[in-house]
Each structure stands twice: as C-alpha cells, then as structure tokens.
C-alpha cells in the first residue's frame, strides 16, 4: 500500500497524460456525428456499472471492505488499454479514445458523488470523505493531465503524434506496473482473499459483460461500436482505483477486488479477442 501512496499518483499522472494525447478535436467531432452512440456509451460507463456493482452489493453478503473495493471500481473510467484492444477486433477507435478520455475528464466530480451517494444509503461502514479536498486530488492527478495531453497534441501535433505508440505502451507498462507490484506485495494473502471474493469478481465480470451486450445490441446497430463499448465497459481502471482506494483508506483487504477483478478481465479480454480473430 505504501507503494501505491508513494509512486501511484505520479504513475496515474502519466496514464491519464497519455490518454489526453490519444483524443484529437477531430476524433471528437467524428464521435459527435453520430452523438446516440457516444450517449449510450456514457451511459454503459457511468450509470450501468455503478448499478451492477450495487446489484451484487445488494444481493450478496459481502465484509465492507469487499463492497467498497467492487463499487470504487466500477465507477472508474475505463483503462487506457481498451484503446489498444479496440484496435485488435476492429472497433470504433474514435469512440474508445473518446469515451475513455470523457469519462476520466468527469471523474473528478462523478467519482467523489458516487463515493459520498455509496456511503449515505449502501455502504455498511463509515467513509469518512471531505469531497471537496477529494475531489481537488482527483482533479490534480487524473482530469488535469488529460487536458494537458489534448493540449501538447494540438500545440505540437508533429512532434508527440510520431511518438503515440511508444508512450501508450509505456503507460500501459506503468498500469501494469501499478497493479502487479500491488498484488505482488500481498501475493502470500491472494489466496485467501480470493477464496472469499473470487467467485463474486467473476460474477461481477458475468455481468457487465451480459448486461453491456444486451444494452448495446437494442440501442445501437453498428457492431465495431458494439464490441468498442463493450470493451470500455469491461476493462476497468485498476491503476486508478488502487491509488483512489489507497488515498482513502491505509489497509489493503480494500483493494483486493480491484486487483483480482485487474487480473480476470485480461483473461475474459483475450477470449474476446481470441472468438472475434477465429470468427474472422
């Protein structure tokens, strides 16, 4: 944990900067021609998954720790990764960028709101939460880099557009980073944790990846975006909300659905991938 408080921000910093550098105004103005399938998109991300989250909260008896570590999850943005699969099984690239970009711009206000809603009517324990001073952090590491990102891209298009795939790659080496050496850290408990809260985390991923499908099947018709949102919707932000969790609370039992959720939704995503490659 003292790891993720020390190096997290700093490395979440970098993530999110190179997110920002992904998302042109031309990207953007793409997506907006066809507005009802970013709306959908956002909606997958920002309402549907808080609910799945509270739909096992409430169904299952879970310690608090395990309640917080599902919901703070699934009101993270989507992992910078989903830009790279989406490319993989010939998705909607502009949507990815776009709505992964959009959701971590918001996150500095939707987050501390579900948080302070999460532990008002659901949550079994106290949260103690200053959401001004939370939300100020959140801000600071996660939406100002974003911007920052967008900004270098249009001021100096020549030079950071030749070195995209190198710095994705590196912010992907950093996610990974972030969340191995945490799991790594507790590797002697994993065990134990995941006998607890494993079968709950592939539930969870069960879930949103039924519950996105059907969504997106009725709403849109185009299948490159169908499979864009259902990737944003399935790889969650684990960097993000290891050091968000960690800001809040010193003890690691709170992140332990993050990290396993982290692991399996590789695991369901090279499945994915893997159909889609054979299908084709």
Avoid: H, W
């Amino acid at each position: 944990m003292d790891f993720v408080k020390l190096v997290g921000p700093a490395g979440v910093f970098f993530i999110m900067f190179a997110l920002g550098l992904n998302l042109s105004i031309k990207n953007f103005k793409t997506v907006l021609n066809n507005y009802q399938t970013l709306l959908v998109g956002l909606f997958c991300q920002i309402i549907a998954l808080p609910l799945i989250s509270l739909i096992i909260i409430s169904l299952i008896d879970l310690k608090p720790e395990f309640q917080f570590g599902i919901f703070l999850l699934m009101i993270m943005p989507s992992a910078a990764m989903s830009n790279y699969a989406t490319k993989l099984v010939n998705g909607n690239v502009a949507l990815s960028i776009t709505l992964t970009s959009t959701c971590a711009l918001l996150s500095f206000v939707t987050v501390p709101l579900y948080l302070k809603l999460f532990s008002k009517f659901i949550y079994l324990d106290v949260l103690q939460l200053n959401i001004f001073i939370f939300s100020l952090k959140t801000f600071l590491f996660i939406t100002i880099p974003v911007f920052l990102g967008i900004f270098l891209r249009q001021k100096f298009p020549s030079f950071f557009v030749k070195r995209l795939f190198l710095l994705d790659r590196i912010a992907f080496l950093v996610f990974l980073s972030i969340v191995l050496i945490a799991i790594f850290m507790e590797r002697f408990n994993l065990v134990s944790y995941f006998e607890d809260i494993g079968p709950v985390i592939i539930l969870l991923i069960s879930l949103v990846v039924l519950i996105i499908s059907i969504i997106v099947k009725v709403l849109i018709k185009d299948l490159s975006s169908r499979r864009t949102i259902l990737i944003e919707g399935l790889l969650q932000n684990g960097a993000m909300g290891f050091v968000i969790g960690s800001i809040i609370y010193s003890e690691v039992i709170y992140l332990i659905p993050i990290a396993i959720y982290a692991l399996l939704q590789y695991c369901v995503l090279m499945f994915y991938i893997g159909n889609i490659k054979l299908k084709n």
